[in-house]
């Protein structure tokens, strides 16, 4: 059955289907003009099972060309794409620039004056006795599970600090050695 809808002067559009009381449990197809689009044309599949006045589980906007999947509220100007639970990709993701909202803590704590550095021996041992670095997963870990890449930018970013605090101490070092020399000349 066709539900031809108009509840307010700036909402208009079709519902194809089942609709129970409040939309809890309905099933259906709409298509139409609403203000939560800003009058903008939708298509939007529902299967609610007990969510009332949720947003579809899929909608297409043709003309920003914005695409909703999940119970994601229609997306902002800045956005194409919103899916509210994991997505799989068989492929190739190509894009100029990818943001990671990390949950981590970013590690600028690694050059407060308190931060335990630890000694490239102790580096040194960790390694040949797991052949990867302190703190990450080894290459089968990653292999077999994946990886949270926000997690693995801050680590990354962490090592990186490390070693630029590792080059200060070998400068340091370097400068004595370099005046010890010339003191023997």
């Known amino acids: 059955q066709i539900y031809p809808k108009n509840t307010t002067a700036r909402t208009t ?3 194809i289907g089942e609709n ?25 599949g529902n299967a609610k099972h007990g969510v009332p006045n ?7 906007q043709p003309i920003s060309g914005a695409v909703t999947i999940g119970e994601t509220p229609p997306l902002g100007t800045n956005f194409k794409l919103g899916v509210d639970g994991n997505v799989i990709v068989k492929g190739n993701i190509v894009t100029k620039r990818l ?18 550095l630890m000694s490239l021996e102790e580096t040194e041992k960790f ?8 703190e990450f997963d080894s290459g089968k870990t990653y292999s077999k599970d994946g990886m949270d890449m926000g997690k693995l930018l801050i680590l990354l970013t962490k090592k990186t600090e490390e070693l630029t605090l590792y ?5 340091k070092e370097n400068e004595v050695l ?8």
């Open 54 to 60: 949720s947003f579809g589980n899929l909608r297409l």
């Open 178 to 185: 370099k005046k010890a020399i010339d003191k023997l000349k």
């Open 13 to 15: 559009y079709f519902k």
């Open 127 to 134: 390694i040949k006795i797991n052949h990867h670095l302190p």
């Open 20 to 44: 129970y009381e409040n939309n809890i449990g309905s099933t259906h197809l709409e298509m139409g003009l609403t203000q939560t689009t800003n009058g903008e044309p939708f298509i939007q």
């Open 99 to 116: 943001y990671c909202n990390a949950t981590a803590t970013f590690p600028d704590y690694v050059f407060d004056d308190n931060y335990k």
């Open 167 to 171: 080059l200060i101490q070998m400068k």
